[in-house]
C-alpha cells in the first residue's frame, strides 16, 4: 500500500541515519563543503541521466520522468529503485569512491550528513525561487550558509478525532492548548478509554513531542547551529504540556511502538483521537473501512499553543553529486519536477504532499478537507534541527521522553540530560 510505505520511510531513513552517524562520527569524516555551483541555463537537457530513487518514488518515477524526456528529447532519464534501509550506505559508499550517478532523492533530516562529505553540489544560483516553497522545506534544504538540495515532497502531521464521538458530545475540535484538555476529556465520556495517543518513547517519538516546545515559542538551537538549547523555558513549558496528558489521565502511558496498532483501537473507540499524517486515512481504511473513515473521522490542525500550532515537517529532496557526469540535466531535472503543474502530477501519481505551495491552488489539493487541514499545518510546521549529530540527539530525547511518559523523572529534569547529553554530542556544525 503507497501509504504505509511512506509511514515505513520516515522510521527507515531516520533509522538508517542514526547507524550512519554512530559509524562514522561527526567530526573526523568532514571533508570541504561541495563548491558554489555555476548557473543553469534554459536549454533543452540532453544525455544520458542517472538518479537514485527510493523506495515507492523510485518505482513510481519513471512515470514521471517521461513528461521530462518528452520535454527534452535529447535526454534520456535512468532511474534506479533504491530501498530505503540501504539508501544511506550506498550514498556514502558513492560519494567516498566517485562512483555516483548524478542526482538522488534524500531524506530531509540527512542534508547535514551527506553535505559534510563533501560529495554533493550547491545548488545553483536562481536555479529556483525559494518562496515557492513551504518554509520549513526551505530550511530544511540549507546547511552552514549554502544550499544543497532542493524540496520534492513534503510530510506533516495534524489531529485525527472520532467526529461521531464529538458530534455526540456536543463539542468541536480544540484550537488551543486550553481547549485540548476538556475535548479529549469530553470523548471520553463518550467511552473512549483514552483521548488521545502519544508516542511514549519508541524510536521517532521526537517527532511527535517536540512540536509542543515549538507551539511554545522553543528554538532547539542557537541562531547560527552551533549549540543545542533544550534548557529554555519555552522547551519546559511544552514538555509540561506533554506531561500534562499523562497527569490528567487522557492519554496512555505505553503510547504505539509499531505501524498499525493504533487504528484497531481508534477504530473500536477506545481510543479517541491520534496525531498523524496524510496516509493516516489509508490506514484508517483499512483498518474500518471507507465508510468509518467518511462517518466517523474528523481532521483538524494542531492544537495552538501560546506562540503556534507548529508540527513536524519531513519528506524528500533531490541533490546532485559533485561527480556527477551530467550535472546540468539532473538541475534541469530537478528544476522541472519543482514545477506546480509536475507537483500535482506527482502527488496524483503517488500520494506525496507538494513541496511547491501554487501546486495547491487546483484540483483535488484545492478543495478536499482533509487536505486542506494538511496544507495549512504545513504553513507552519517545521523540521528538526539541520546539524549533522541530530540522530543522535534524538535517540537520547527519544529516552527522556519514555521517562517522562512513565513518570520517573520530570520535564525539568528529561530538558537538563538532554542539554547536558546534547552538548556533550555538540551539533558538529562548524562554529
Known amino acids: 500500500m503507497l501509504f ?11 533509522s538508517v541515519a542514526a547507524l550512519l552517524l554512530a559509524g562514522c562520527g561527526r ?12 548557473p543553469i541555463d534554459s536549454s533543452p537537457a ?14 513510481l518515477l519513471p512515470k514521471l520522468a517521461a513528461g521530462f524526456e518528452k520535454a527534452n528529447p535529447g535526454v534520456k532519464v535512468k532511474v534506479t529503485a533504491v530501498p530505503w534501509q540501504d539508501y544511506g550506505k550506498k550514498v556514502e559508499t558513492a560519494i567516498a569512491s566517485g562512483d555516483t550517478p548524478d542526482a538522488t532523492l534524500v531524506g530531509t533530516v540527512d542534508i547535514p550528513m551527506f553535505a559534510t562529505t563533501g560529495g554533493l553540489e550547491q545548488v545553483p544560483p536562481q536555479l529556483v525561487d525559494d518562496s515557492a ?6 530550511r530544511s534544504s540549507s546547511f552552514e550558509g549554502a544550499t544543497y538540495s532542493v524540496p520534492w515532497y513534503v510530510d506533516t502531521r495534524s489531529l485525527f478525532y472520532r467526529k461521531d464521538m464529538a458530534r455526540a458530545a456536543g463539542v468541536s475540535a480544540p484550537k488551543t492548548w486550553d481547549e485540548y484538555g476538556p475535548f479529549l476529556k469530553a470523548l471520553q465520556k463518550q467511552g473512549a478509554k483514552w ?8 524510536a521517532q517519538s521526537w517527532q511527535g513531542v517536540l512540536p509542543f516546545m515549538w507551539q511554545a515559542g522553543a528554538r532547539l538551537t542557537d541562531d547560527d547551529n552551533s ?3 533544550f534548557d529554555t523555558p519555552e522547551a519546559l513549558k511544552g514538555l509540561e504540556f506533554y506531561r500534562s496528558f499523562f497527569t490528567s489521565k487522557t492519554v496512555s502511558r505505553n503510547g504505539p511502538v509499531s505501524l498499525g496498532e493504533i487504528e484497531p483501537e481508534f477504530v473500536a473507540g477506545s481510543t479517541a483521537a491520534l496525531i498523524s499524517g496524510p496516509w493516516e486515512e489509508s490506514l484508517l481504511k483499512s483498518a474500518g473501512g471507507a465508510s468509518f ?19 513536524y515537517m519531513g519528506g524528500g529532496q533531490w541533490a546532485v553529486f ?3 557526469e551530467n550535472r546540468e540535466a539532473a538541475w534541469k531535472f530537478i528544476r522541472w519536477m519543482s514545477g506546480p503543474e509536475q507537483q500535482k502530477e506527482w502527488y496524483a501519481l503517488s500520494g506525496d504532499l507538494p513541496a511547491v505551495q501554487s501546486a495547491w491552488k487546483e484540483g483535488k489539493l484545492a478543495t478536499d478537507p482533509a487536505l486542506e487541514v494538511f496544507r495549512t499545518q504545513l504553513e507552519t510546521a517545521q523540521p528538526g534541527p539541520t546539524t549533522t549529530t541530530w540522530k543522535q540527539v534524538t535517540a537520547v530525547v527519544d529516552a527522556e521522553i519514555e521517562k517522562v511518559a512513565k513518570g520517573v523523572t520530570s520535564p525539568k529534569a528529561a530538558l537538563e540530560e538532554i542539554q547536558s547529553k546534547a552538548s556533550a554530542i555538540g551539533t558538529g556544525n562548524k562554529r
Do not use: N
Open 293 to 311: 473513515v467518511a462517518d466517523k473521522v474528523g481532521i483538524a490542525p494542531l492544537p495552538a499553543g501560546p506562540v503556534s500550532d507548529a508540527s
Open 195 to 202: 483521548g488521545l495517543s502519544l508516542p511514549t518513547g519508541a
Open 46 to 59: 540532453t544525455g544520458t541521466l542517472t538518479v537514485w530513487a527510493m523506495g515507492t518514488e523510485g518505482e
Open 322 to 324: 559533485k561527480d556527477a
Open 27 to 38: 567530526t573526523d569524516t568532514r571533508q570541504s563543503p561541495g563548491s558554489a555551483s555555476a
Open 227 to 229: 549549540a543545542f538549547t
Open 133 to 138: 516553497f513551504y518554509p520549513g522545506a526551505t
Open 4 to 14: 504505509r510505505s511512506q509511514v515505513v520511510r520516515t522510521f527507515v531513513v531516520g
